[in-house]
Structures are given as structure tokens and as C-alpha cells.
């Protein structure tokens, strides 16, 4: 008898199977701020200030000050230098403006990039108004209170004014508070409508392209900038970075793809990913581009497995890695995909289990455009060129540091001369409830604060028999118990010595929505603009 088994995802895994993949793959921090702007500069997101010490892990809002600083380098910016036109579609989430609205100082096209379609900030659950909520329920719940006092103070005011028991309440006053409390009380009824409009929106270069968007007809829409983009440019070097909206709540999924996955909507979701991958793959065949382009697919962070609601789970699943989306330490949170695929250059089916990073894709692709990774700061992404075609046996990478916000929980040791892959955890977030395996009731587990626990002596894994991180390793069960403590200590030492302070972009300072920096086709709330043709 011959059991068939079927394949969810095709083009990834025949991606994988005609490319080198990593099974070791790192990303930089939990979340996707962060972790993209470590991948796009090479460097750890700390260094670039693209972190916070307030609790405050991604950018909040699209009109908000922070943002990637105009003085770091991407490898687009060298890349776009060396003579390639470089493209990215699809998500941002880096930063926009700095003082004016249309200053774009953090802007895609100020970071090297020729060519922008996409989000400049990122797909909420609340572009949908869907179950979950990031900030929709949250803001409701706090306007709610809000309108609840100012009510109640206004009611106390009237019948002071009435009864004369309040001396000095004036029809003014009551007039006044009575305004407060209907504004409150609109505005928590239209908050959804108001992040609608001032998050999702699509730009095309340095103009809104469509505001707020029509996440439905979206996929068809990056697809077809994808493949104009290649045919445009086909004749060249280009660098073309598509970053999916996919696989993050709030699952947008065209009707084609709905229903048709056994595991639910995030399944239907993965599938339509899938299936776009299969149609840039195809751009590149029939434009004859197969075989000189090398194409890269990754995530930015784990599985989101707070993201669920009921019985239904919206943020996918880890394997059999522990944590998930915002750990910093634990695998299920930074362990990513990791393909590489160039024929002729890369040998098919190669699999690869060291320790590598997002970060080595900047010096990597440095490398391959025949430029410079700058001498001016420190890059802590490696070279990944001799790895992938075999003439290196290891990674560059020692030691690599996982940072949660400014905070570090751990650091990996590759212990090459016996083949082993140590993991310290200083601190670890606090599951809820007890025996969980994730901060069910939140959106992501904090970095700090009376929610982690901080280990003295640290937390000690081998990840090379243990990837699971299911047996802490003590020094009754492991014989290099401190020597592998303070070797990581003395590693630990001397990067934080490399640290120059910066001011960090997501602390509440630059992250805050400032109104004036707001976006809008229109004057704010009336956005509403439509500049794209349906696709056909």
C-alpha cells in the first residue's frame, strides 16, 4: 500500500527542496519591529535604539516620531549604491515621519529603497474589527471609563446646580462637562473606524495609494506590483524585498483559499502564502530570471500563541519549540524559516544546523553586490556565503545575544570542538496561568517588571540534544555547568562593552500617536481616498 502524504504548503517546500535551509535560523528579537530593522542593518536592533524599556515592543502607531534612524545604514542603501534598483512591497512598520506629516524621514524610500508599495505600519487585527483586538478594546474600554466619570460628574454638577448644594456650579460648567461626556462617548463608539483610517492604508512611494484599504483585494494588488516590478527591471540587478501581510491576525484570506485547509483559517491563510510564493517563483521562470536570482524566504518571529480566541488558534504553532511570538529567549519565539535558493550556485537539498541570524543577510548580500559592510559601527550579522556552499563548515557566529525590548534574557554559545550549542537564560517571562505555555490573557509576555523571573544562578540548556529546552541542565547533570556560565558571562561582558547608549525609538516619547504627524488623504477622520484600479 502506498500512503500519499499531502503537502499544504508546495512552493515552500519545493523551494526548500531545490535550495539550502537552515534549521538553526535566528531572528534578532520576538517581534517584528525590532527584529526587521536588525535584519535590514545586520546589527541588534539596541544599537539602532529600535527597542524600548517602557513595555512598548513594536511601533504603536503609524503617526508617532520613532522610527528607524536616517543615520543607519540598510543593505538596501548600499545595494541601491552598487547600481541595483531595489523594491519593497508589502509591510513595512519601520517608521514614517519625524516632525511633518510628509517629512518621510524613516520612510522606506529614505532607507535605500526606489521603490515602495505596501503598509507603512502594519496588518491589525483591528483593519478587520475583528475578535481580537490589539488596541480597539483596550482604547473602547479606557473611553468607556472615561465617559462613565465625566457622566457621573456631570449628573452630580446638574443636580448641584439644581438643589444649590454645589456653591459655584454654573449651567456652564454643566454645559461644558455634558460636551466632554458626548465627545467621549462618540469617540469610544468610532475608535475602531479612527484606526481603521490611521493605520490602514497603503502608500505607493510617497503617496497614499488607498486609505483606509481594502484588505480583501490586497494580495492581488502586491502580486501584481511584484510582477511589474520584475518585468520592469528584469534587465538589471535588483533587490526586491516582498513582506507578506499573511500569517498575522487579522488572517486575511480571498475567498479561493477560505475553508479549503483542515486547520482553520490560519491554515487557509498559510496555503494563500504559499500560493503567492508559487506565483513570484513563476514571474521569475517565465521572465528566465531562475537561475541568476537567489531568492530568501524567512519570518521575522516566531508563532503568536497568545493570538487565539475560543477553541480557534489564529497565530500558528511552534513545533516542538518552547514559547512563541515576543519570548526573546525561548526557541518558539526567534527560531524562523531559513531557505536560500540560487541553482547553479547553491547545492539543492543542503540542510545547514548551525547557528546563523537574520542579521547575516546584510554583510551576505553586501558581499554578493560587491560592496562594503561599513567600518564606521558594529555589524554583528556574518557573511553567510561560504556556509551555504559548503566551503565553511561553521558559522561565524560564537555567541549570539536575544534580547527582550533593552532588556537581555539569554545568549547561545556554539561550542564547535564538541558540536554543541549551549542556551543561558538570565530571565524568563512568567506563564499565565500556572503550567501554561504561553501569557494567555495578553497580547504578548512582558519583558520586565513583576512578570519575568530573573534566575540566579541562570538557566542552562543544551540545545543540540535538547531543542525543546525541556531539561534545565544543573551543575549535579552537567559537569560544564559553570565552565559554560561563565564562559557565556565573560561573552556577555565583552558585547555589552561594543554598546554605545542611543535614544530608543519605541519608548513612549516617539511612540506615542501624535495627531500632526497623521497621515490622510482628506483632514483627519475624513481620509478616504482610492487611487488604485481593481486588478483584474
Known amino acids: 500500500m502506498l500512503r500519499l502524504e499531502h503537502s499544504w504548503t508546495p512552493n515552500i517546500d519545493r523551494l526548500a527542496a531545490d535550495g539550502v535551509r537552515l534549521t538553526q535560523h535566528l531572528a534578532a528579537a520576538p517581534l517584528c519591529t525590532p527584529s526587521r530593522a536588525a ?98 478594546a483596550v482604547l473602547e474600554s479606557r473611553l468607556d471609563v472615561c465617559f462613565q466619570l465625566v457622566a457621573l460628574a456631570t449628573l452630580t454638577l446638574t443636580i448641584g446646580k ?9 449651567w456652564t460648567l454643566v454645559i461644558w462637562s455634558a460636551v466632554v461626556c458626548l465627545l467621549l462617548f462618540a469617540t469610544s463608539c468610532l475608535v475602531g473606524a479612527l484606526i481603521m483610517h490611521a493605520d490602514c492604508f497603503l502608500m505607493r512611494n510617497h503617496s497614499i495609494a488607498e486609505q483606509p484599504m481594502r484588505s480583501q483585494r490586497t494580495t492581488p494588488l502586491m502580486l501584481q506590483e511584484v510582477s511589474s516590478f520584475v518585468k520592469r527591471h ?20 480571498t475567498e479561493n483559499f477560505r475553508g479549503r485547509s483542515p486547520h482553520g483559517l490560519y491554515g487557509d491563510n498559510t496555503e494563500e502564502m504559499d500560493w503567492m510564493v508559487g506565483q513570484i517563483l513563476e514571474t521569475l521562470d517565465t521572465e528566465g530570471l531562475t537561475n541568476s536570482t537567489l531568492v ?41 524559516p531559513g531557505i536560500f535558493r540560487w541553482p547553479g550556485v547553491l547545492t539543492a537539498g543542503r540542510v545547514i544546523h548551525e547557528p546563523t541570524s537574520l542579521m547575516d543577510i546584510f554583510p551576505t548580500v553586501v558581499h554578493l553586490a560587491g560592496g562594503q559592510v561599513p567600518q564606521d559601527r558594529v555589524v554583528d550579522g556574518r557573511d553567510l556565503l561560504a556556509l551555504l556552499q559548503g566551503t565553511a563548515r561553521h558559522s561565524d557566529h560564537e555567541f549570539l545575544m536575544h534580547y527582550c525590548e533593552s532588556f537581555l534574557h539569554a545568549a547561545r554559545w556554539h561550542q564547535r570542538d564538541r558540536g554543541a550549542v549551549w542556551k543561558v537564560h538570565f530571565t524568563t517571562p512568567i506563564f499565565q496561568p500556572d503550567g501554561a505555555g504561553a501569557c494567555y490573557g495578553q497580547i504578548v509576555c512582558p519583558c520586565s517588571g513583576n512578570r519575568v523571573t530573573h534566575h540566579a544562578p541562570p538557566l542552562l540548556f543544551d540545545l543540540s540534544r535538547d531543542p525543546s529546552e525541556a531539561h534545565a541542565l544543573t551543575p549535579d547533570t552537567e559537569p560544564s555547568f559553570h565552565q559554560v556560565v561563565e564562559t557565556v558571562a565573560r561573552a556577555v561582558a565583552a558585547h555589552r562593552q561594543t554598546l554605545i547608549p542611543v535614544p530608543l525609538q519605541l519608548d513612549a516619547a516617539d511612540n506615542t500617536w501624535k495627531p500632526w504627524l497623521q497621515p490622510c488623504c482628506g483632514r483627519f477622520p475624513f481620509c478616504w481616498c482610492d487611487r488604485d484600479a481593481d486588478p483584474r
Open 39 to 136: 535584519f535590514l542593518t545586520g546589527r541588534y536592533p539596541l544599537r539602532s535604539g529600535m527597542v524600548s524599556s517602557q513595555g512598548l515592543r513594536v511601533l504603536q502607531w503609524t503617526a508617532v516620531s520613532g522610527g528607524l534612524p536616517p543615520s543607519e545604514i540598510t543593505f538596501a542603501k548600499i545595494l541601491k549604491a552598487k547600481g541595483y534598483t531595489t523594491g519593497l512591497i508589502g509591510k513595512w512598520h519601520l517608521g514614517l515621519s519625524c516632525a511633518s506629516p510628509d517629512d518621510h524621514c524613516h520612510h522606506p524610500l529614505n532607507h535605500g529603497f526606489d521603490h515602495f508599495y505596501g503598509m507603512p505600519f502594519s496588518m491589525m487585527a483591528d483593519c478587520e474589527r475583528w475578535e481580537l483586538s490589539e488596541k480597539r
Open 162 to 170: 439644581l438643589t444649590h448644594l454645589i456653591p459655584g456650579a454654573s
Open 234 to 253: 528584469k534587465q538589471g540587478p535588483f533587490l526586491l524585498f516582498v513582506s507578506f501581510l499573511h500569517v498575522h491576525t487579522p488572517l486575511v484570506t
Open 296 to 336: 530568501y524566504f524567512t519570518s521575522d518571529h516566531g508563532g503568536s500563541l497568545e493570538a487565539r480566541f475560543g477553541n480557534n488558534q489564529y497565530g500558528g504553532w511552534n513545533g516542538i519549540y518552547k514559547g512563541g511570538k515576543g519570548m526573546a529567549g525561548w526557541e518558539g519565539g526567534i527560531r524562523v
